[in-house]
T-cell receptor, first 114, second 113 residues
Framework: DQQVKQNSPSLSVQEGRISILNCDYT??????FLWYKKYPAEGPTFLIS?????DKNEDGRFTVFLNKSAKHLSLHIVPSQPGDSAVYFC?????????????FGPGTSLSVIP | GAVVSQHPSRVICKSGTSVKIECRSL??????MFWYRQFPKQSLMLMAT?????????EQGVEKDKFLINHASLTLSTLTVTSAHPEDSSFYIC?????????FGSGTRLTVV
């Protein structure tokens, strides 16, 4: 059973527009969420995270929104750039310690069209 | 930032041989290392968690005797795929917890022929 879901396997967005990547989770014990960006044949790179005590975290062009009641989070990229084209993984863990496992979603492939 | 160096990046081996993948934390001490496997167009699947100086914890369905994990020091964790078969061909990635979340190695593409 998939605990972290990204129901859109792919997304295409025009350069300069907003990219919205969605993520849903089922485990109510999750309280720390992360977004990673991954290029082919490379390891994921950390983008942004959010703790369950917040509903929004912003870092430059990237903003993550968390709706705990809906068990839903989203990553907004504004404005989208061609270099943002990659696979984006949503991940969740039940805590932020050295012993917490991170559960990844299946990823959404974002294509930003120039 | 915290860096995990993973080697090799690519390896091709014959069926029945063993392959060792190394992950080194370069500028921090990694008491814990997570090992993931990714199948094409699928998510990263956690295989096991290694802790320095103790036995690794394997996820359900992962064969301990096939995927040997060693975490002998605070800067080195290794994954050995023993008696590799073509179905073991995959992308393997290690990850260590850091203050902002987790840092990843660059991954190893294993192809078993």
């Amino acid at each position: 059973d998939q605990q972290v879901k990204q129901n859109s396997p792919s997304l295409s967005v025009q350069e300069g527009r907003i990219s919205i990547l969605n993520c849903d989770y089922t485990n109510s014990m999750f309280d720390y969420f992360l977004w990673y960006k991954k290029y082919p044949a490379e390891g994921p790179t950390f983008l942004i995270s959010i703790s369950s005590i917040k509903d929004k975290n912003e870092d430059g062009r990237f903003t993550v929104f968390l709706n705990k009641s809906a068990k839903h989070l989203s990553l907004h990229i504004v404005p989208s750039q061609p270099g943002d084209s990659a696979v984006y993984f949503c991940a969740a863990s039940a805590g932020k310690t050295s012993y917490d496992k991170v559960i990844f979603g299946p990823g959404t492939s974002l294509s930003v069209i120039p | 930032g915290a860096v995990v160096s993973q080697h090799p990046s690519r390896v091709i081996c014959k069926s029945g041989t063993s392959v060792k993948i190394e992950c080194r934390s370069l500028d921090f001490q990694a008491t814990t290392m997570f090992w993931y496997r990714q199948f094409p167009k699928q998510s990263l699947m956690l295989m096991a968690t290694s802790n320095e100086g103790s036995k690794a914890t394997y996820e359900q369905g992962v064969e301990k005797d096939k995927f040997l994990i060693n975490h002998a020091s605070l800067t080195l964790s290794t994954l050995t795929v023993t008696s590799a078969h073509p179905e073991d061909s995959s992308f393997y990635i290690c990850s260590a917890p850091v203050n902002y979340g987790y840092t990843f190695g660059s991954g190893t593409r294993l192809t078993v022929v």
